[in-house]
C-alpha cells in the first residue's frame, strides 16, 4: 500500500481547515472543586497540598511527580478517602519540596528558559500569575495561551520527558483542575527538547517507503528489522541515543503509520498499546516493563484530551504519541508481542468490579503506573466497546500476573 501522508497536510500546516480531526465524545469531567461530598473534597484538598509541598520534577531532575496521576485515577475507579489519603501518604515518601529558582521568568523570556528543570518553580509561578493576573482566574485561557498559540506551542512536545506532561495535562482536563493544569504547564517547559521539531517543522513528514494502517503491523515490523540490532544493550535507556544516530531510520517508521481514517486507526493505536504491555510477558514471568506502560498511559491521555483540544492539533499529538512508541519499544530491544496473551476461556466469571477491586484494594493499590494502567484499559474499554471482552480479559491477566515493575 503507497503512503497517503503525501497526499495529506503536513504536520506544519496545523491551521489548514482540511486537516484530519478524531470525533470523541469527552470522557466525564469531574468537578472536584465545588463538589460538597468527602470524597471529592479529599481529592481535592491533596492534589492542592502536593501542588504546594511538592515539586514536579525531582532525584535530580530525573523523575516526574505523579501524584496526580495517581490520585485521580484511583478516585475515578473508586477509591474512598481512607485509600486515597494512603495513597498520598505513600506517593509523598519519595517526592521533594520545591526549590527556588535562580530568577523569575517574564512574557519577554520565558521561552529562553524552555528544557531547564532548574527553573520549574519560576514556570509554575509565571503560568500562576497567566491564571491570576491576565486572564480572571479562568486556567483554561491559560493552558490555550501557551500549549496552542504561537510559532512552536508547547503542544507539540508533550511527549517529552517520557510522555508525563501529556499524561498530567489529560487529568487537568479530566479533574477540571487549576492547580494539574499549571503543573502540566510548567512540566512541559521544564521537558521541552528536540523531539518538537518533528511536529514543528513540515520537512521531517514525508512518504515512507512502505505503509500500513495498523501500529501493531509496524511494530512487529521494527522487531524484525535487523537495523535496529545492536543500538542498545540489556539495561539502557536513552531515547537519545536513538535520535541522535538513528533518525532517518525512526522517521521511516513514524512515516510509515497511514492515517487516512484517523479514528479507526486511533483505535489500533489504543488496541496496540494494550499489547505492547501485557502481549510482550511471557507466561510465568511477571515482567512488566516500565517503560512500555508509558505507552499505554500516554495513549490514554491522548484519548482525554483529543476532544478538549483543538482539532487542528489532533493529529500531531497522535502523532507525537506515535513517535514515543517507536523510541520507547527500541529501547526496550523490541520484545516480541504475542496476539494470542489473552486466554478468553479462563476469565469466564470475572467482570471489570473484579479489576477495579484489585486496583484500589490489592498489594498495589499504591503504585501509581499499575492503577494508571488499569484506569487507562477500563477508559478504552468504554469508548471504543468491548464487544469481545479483550480489554478487559487483558486487565485481569495484568491484575493477576502484576509482580512488580521491569526496568
Not at 510477558?281 to 484530551?305: D, E, Q
Request: proline share 5%; aromatic share 12%; charged share 25%.
Amino acid at each position: 500500500m503507497a503512503s497517503v501522508l503525501g497526499q495529506l497536510p503536513l504536520v506544519g500546516s496545523l491551521f489548514s481547515p482540511k486537516y484530519p480531526s478524531i470525533d470523541l465524545e469527552s470522557v466525564e469531567v469531574h468537578c472536584i472543586e465545588r463538589a460538597p461530598e468527602k470524597r471529592p473534597r479529599t481529592l481535592k484538598y491533596l492534589l492542592r497540598a502536593n501542588h504546594v509541598n511538592h515539586s514536579i520534577l525531582y532525584h535530580n531532575l530525573r523523575y516526574h511527580n505523579h501524584m496526580p496521576h495517581v490520585l485521580s485515577s484511583a478516585y475515578l475507579i473508586g477509591a474512598n478517602h481512607h485509600q486515597l489519603n494512603k495513597i498520598y501518604e505513600a506517593e509523598a515518601e519519595e517526592l521533594e519540596p520545591w526549590k527556588e529558582s535562580p530568577c523569575e521568568l517574564t512574557e519577554t523570556d520565558w521561552r529562553d528558559y524552555l528544557g531547564d528543570g532548574n527553573y520549574q518553580r519560576a514556570f509554575i509561578d509565571f503560568f500562576e500569575d497567566g491564571v491570576a493576573m491576565r486572564n480572571a482566574y479562568d486556567w483554561k485561557k491559560v493552558v490555550h495561551q501557551y500549549m496552542f498559540e504561537g510559532d512552536e506551542p508547547l503542544v507539540n512536545c508533550l511527549v517529552s520527558g517520557l510522555g508525563h506532561p501529556l499524561i498530567h495535562l489529560g487529568y487537568a482536563f479530566e479533574m477540571d483542575n487549576k492547580e494539574v493544569a499549571l503543573e502540566a504547564l510548567a512540566m512541559s517547559a521544564c521537558t521541552h527538547n528536540y523531539l518538537h521539531k518533528y511536529s514543528d517543522d513540515p520537512s521531517y513528514t514525508k512518504p515512507a517507503p512502505f505503509s500500513s494502517t495498523s501500529p501493531l503491523e509496524l511494530l512487529n515490523k521494527i522487531a524484525d528489522d535487523k537495523r535496529f540490532d545492536g543500538i542498545y544493550k540489556e539495561g539502557d535507556f536513552d531515547l537519545d541515543v536513538l535520535f541522535r544516530g538513528h533518525e532517518s531510520l525512526v522517521m521511516e517508521y513514524w512515516n510509515a503509520w497511514d492515517l487516512s481514517d484517523p479514528k479507526k486507526q486511533f483505535q489500533l493505536s489504543q488496541e496496540a498499546a494494550v499489547n505492547l504491555l501485557v502481549g510482550t510477558v511471557a507466561p510465568g514471568t511477571h515482567s512488566y516493563s516500565f517503560f512500555l506502560v508509558h505507552i499505554l498511559t500516554t495513549s490514554h491521555a491522548v484519548r482525554i484530551l483529543l476532544p478538549f483540544i483543538p482539532a487542528k492539533f489532533h493529529m500531531s499529538v497522535v502523532r507525537q504519541w506515535w513517535l514515543l512508541t517507536i523510541a520507547v519499544y527500541v529501547a526496550n530491544l523490541r520484545p516480541k508481542i504475542d496476539p494470542g496473551y489473552i486466554d478468553p476461556g479462563s476469565h469466564k466469571s470475572e467482570i471489570w468490579t473484579y479489576v477495579e477491586d484489585k486496583a484500589v484494594n490489592g498489594p498495589w493499590a499504591t503504585d501509581a503506573h499499575f492503577v494508571k494502567a488499569v484506569r487507562a484499559m477500563r477508559e478504552m474499554s468504554r469508548t471504543w466497546g468491548d464487544v469481545h471482552e479483550r480489554y478487559l480479559y487483558a486487565a485481569i491477566r495484568f491484575v493477576d500476573d502484576f509482580e512488580g515493575w521491569v526496568f
